[in-house]
């Protein structure tokens, strides 16, 4: 089996169109929402489950119980009171609202949303006359609010913007929603009408404003995100006491960003804004940045699981090609922006490449986060371990957990996109959609068996006319098309198949791609994968763990000549293993995002290679 040589730094990518600035403002795609999309997948329908059952059960019971986290809002209440945790631990508790409202919108349960208006009477309870919102500095000294710009007080305001919309809009209650208008409202006065500089040392707001904005159509909330974005790089900041500037992209305004560096989740958050802003307002003069900085990630600081991030001590980014995978830090909130920050490319864009970028990403990066049950954690996601690396049930810095928790639920916004005239599909997950193209209905079902074989398949369920256009994955070398059981002509766009017809109602539309077993060669100039090769089928980085090659793990090699066979068992949720063999030696590998699930051992995702 010869390598598959990519040129990125540790796997993927041919870009199939150019990166150039856009000139209009309107987005080529419309993202189809989860909650028009329902999820049928003997995948992914488990995810879903286990987050309902598991994963927010474990948020509600560490928030409640076993952290300080809702006391220090039943302390700010009463304005007296010790505050509990780290300073921006509110986060957490908004980001578990967030997960519960969209587990909500398919998993309905009276009882929950009781328990999450009993959480929103407390942060009503604990915000200030003025609109100020924030448990740590209301226990700690009101009189030090907003003097330090890394206290994180607007990234937790933006994540209770994003939960009071996501409640809102799940349950049509709007108490928490005013909450978080009030202390928006408190900010801009504070800053942007008083022309006040600051600077958030962790980006989140600018996002949560711009939804804001498309929630209530009020213009000043994305003026205010735009003026949070051109505070940046122009020496308004006291952020260089902790990192330096470049660990919160503080060094030159954001429009003239070319190379990434800093914090990887912060970068991700930021980039998510800029876009966000930019689909409003034109000639900012963001996308041209974004354009040079996806290309500056993925070309050679990102992972082959679609992580970022490699420093342990800023959880960001190193030098290009600085890869190690026994240190990789890949934090799994940053596998998340990814996810975001691909999607909004793809929406400006149109093109498939982006969604590659997310679909690894989710598939390798994300998921790798959660145990298969969805009760433990991975905060950081080395692609090597001796052993001694396991997930948690939470953690003193709980961003990842309750970031997955309201990420899972969420996975059908990233299925389906409409335009004008066009039907696109990008992750092939079984699910029904409702969907909006022109100013026709469109509903769809989605049946497939990925991501263990390639085979998809979509009904049309009432007539549409125009074009479907589905993404051709860039592991796919080939793939064949029909509709009706019959070939059908096509036409490659920007990594996508477009067939346009007359859509009738019980028109079945399939696409095969088959998932051939690669070797993944990285770039030359990633040193720490020299002389070794990643194996990936599908979408899936899969890797060796001791426990499936007990005598042989520290001997384990490949090469061309080894042949493999895929195997399908019931053992971690129902995998493919692959099972390769060479001469007398055998080796067992299973998906990259399963590992850590049974008992402790040694594992690698880059493998000797044998010329």
Same mark, same amino acid.
């Given at each position: ?502 859509? *009738? #109602?019980?028109? /079945?539309?399939? =696409? ?8 993944? @060669?990285?770039?030359? !100039? %990633? ?55 060479? *001469? #007398?030696?055998? /080796?067992?590998? =299973? ?8 008992? @402790?051992?040694?594992? !690698? %995702? ?6």
């Amino acid at each position: 089996m010869k390598p598959f040589i990519i040129s990125v730094a540790a796997a993927i990518l041919c870009c199939t169109a150019s990166c150039t600035a856009e000139t209009t403002q309107q987005k080529a795609i419309t993202q189809v929402g989860f909650e028009n999309v329902k999820i049928q997948d003997a995948f992914w329908s488990p995810y879903l489950e286990n987050n309902a059952l598991h994963t927010i059960p474990v948020c509600i019971d560490q928030i409640e119980n076993q952290t300080g986290r809702i006391r220090n809002f039943e302390n700010a209440a009463k304005r007296k009171g010790q505050h509990s945790g780290i300073f921006f631990d509110d986060s957490d508790v908004y980001k578990a609202v967030e997960g519960v409202a969209y587990s909500l919108i398919n998993h309905p349960d009276a009882e929950l949303e009781k328990h999450m208006d009993e959480w929103i009477d407390k942060f009503a309870a604990a915000q200030l006359e003025d609109g100020y919102i924030n448990t740590f500095y209301t226990l700690t000294g009101l009189e030090n609010r907003w003097t330090d710009m890394d206290k994180h007080e607007m990234y937790c305001a933006g994540h209770l913007l994003e939960g009071a919309i996501a409640y809102y809009k799940a349950t049509g209650k709007d108490k928490l929603l005013q909450v978080a208008i009030r202390m928006v409202d408190y900010m801009m006065e504070t800053f942007m009408l008083a022309d006040r500089h600051w600077v958030p040392g962790h980006e989140e707001i600018e996002l949560a404003l711009c939804k804001l904005y498309a929630l209530n159509g009020e213009k000043k909330y994305l003026e205010f995100a735009h003026w949070l974005l051109e505070q940046r790089g122009r020496g308004y900041s006291n952020l260089a006491q902790s990192y330096g500037l470049k660990h919160y992209q503080d060094v030159v305004p954001v429009k003239d960003l070319r190379e990434i560096h800093g914090h990887a989740v912060r970068a991700m958050y930021l980039f998510c804004g800029m876009a966000d802003v930019a689909s409003y307002i034109p000639d900012t003069g963001y996308m041209e940045a974004l354009d040079s900085l996806w290309l500056n990630v993925t070309g050679g600081h990102m992972y082959v699981t679609g992580g970022i991030g490699v420093a342990y001590r800023t959880e960001g980014f190193s030098e290009p090609y600085d890869l190690p995978n026994y240190e990789a830090y890949c934090e799994t909130c940053a596998s998340i922006g990814m996810v975001l920050w691909n999607h909004r490319m793809n929406e400006w864009k149109g093109d498939a490449q982006y969604v590659n970028v997310l679909e690894r990403s989710l598939y390798n990066g994300v998921l790798a986060g959660i145990s298969l049950q969805g009760d433990r954690f991975f905060y950081v996601n080395p692609l090597a371990s001796h052993g001694n690396h396991h997930r948690q049930a939470w953690y003193g810095c709980a961003c990842c957990p309750s970031n997955v928790c309201r990420f899972i639920p969420s996975v059908g916004n990233y299925i389906y996109g409409t335009s004008r005239d066009a039907l696109w599909v990008n992750l092939y997950i079984g699910s029904e959609a409702t969907c909006k193209v022109g100013r026709k209905e469109v509903k769809v079902k989605m049946e497939t068996e990925m991501p263990w074989q390639g085979t998809s398949r979509l009904t049309f369920e009432n007539k549409m006319k125009g074009q479907l256009r589905l993404r051709i994955p860039d592991w796919a070398e080939n793939f064949t098309l029909s509709v009706n059981d019959e070939p059908v002509a096509y036409q490659t766009e920007r990594g996508y198949a477009v067939v346009e017809r007359r859509w *009738k #109602e019980g028109d /079945v539309v399939e =696409i095969n791609t088959p998932m051939k077993v690669k070797a993944v @060669a990285a770039d030359p !100039r %990633v040193k720490a994968d020299e002389g070794q090769r990643a194996i990936q089928r599908g979408p899936l980085v899969y890797c060796a763990e001791q426990v499936d090659n007990t005598d042989t793990f520290q001997e384990i090699a490949i090469s061309e000549k080894t042949e493999w066979q895929t195997v399908p068992v019931e053992e971690l949720g129902g995998i493919t293993r692959l099972v390769g063999s060479e *001469k #007398e030696q055998t /080796v067992n590998l =299973i998906p990259y995002y399963a590992w850590d699930n049974r008992e @402790a051992c040694e594992m !690698r %995702v880059w493998l000797p290679w044998r010329e």
